[in-house]
């Protein structure tokens, strides 16, 4: 988590995801059926280790308890999992739900999109709310999948996302 240095929320957002990313994949040596979990679910019907959107909230959730016990996610405050389209048998979807300690904006972080033991997706949890895409602009740019981490990082502040809105 530490090649990103916390100078922007871009980077800060970044060190999250890596710490989730991290913990997924230390979660899938202990329990190896977990990298059966694909993106979307669409990929793996009846396989074990298959895991819903509510699975991967309460996963990166507890994933979020961790990385904060073991002092790794200053300037975050964590929140439990929100849902959208609740009434909507098709469209009803989880995620974990971060707090900017200084802003006060509350950020999605969306794991069921990507294969397990991959970076999750972020955005603020008002767009996420809206059925915005994490994969779009303006998202597109703090959900990259790089070559390599130290792509992920940017040294200036990331202005489209200072304000916790799209």
């Known amino acids: 988590m530490a090649i990103c ?15 989730i990313w991290q913990m997924e994949l230390l979660a899938q040596k202990q329990q190896p059926f977990l990298a059966n ?3 979307i679910n669409d990929f793996e019907t ?3 280790g298959r895991m819903d959107c509510v699975d991967n909230a309460s996963n990166t959730t507890t994933y979020l308890h ?3 016990d073991l ?4 300037g975050w405050i964590l929140s439990s999992p929100k849902v959208r389209n609740r009434f909507d048998v098709n469209g ?9 300690k200084e802003s ?3 950020w999605s972080l969306d794991s069921w999109y990507r294969p397990n033991g ?7 949890l008002q767009a996420w709310l809206n059925g915005k895409k994490a994969w779009e602009p303006p998202f597109d740019d703090v959900n990259a999948t790089p070559h390599s981490i130290e792509e992920l990082c940017h040294t200036q502040p990331f202005d489209s996302l200072k304000s916790g809105q799209p």
């Open 5 to 19: 240095p916390a100078t922007s929320l871009h980077n800060r957002l970044q060190q999250v995801r890596i710490g």
């Open 92 to 100: 009803v979807h989880w995620t974990a739900v971060i707090i900017d």
């Open 66 to 68: 961790i990385l904060q």
């Open 71 to 74: 002092g790794a996610l200053n």
């Open 118 to 124: 991959h970076l999750p997706m972020v955005m603020p």
């Open 46 to 48: 009846g396989i074990k």
């Open 37 to 39: 979990d694909r993106a």
């Open 104 to 106: 006060g904006h509350r």
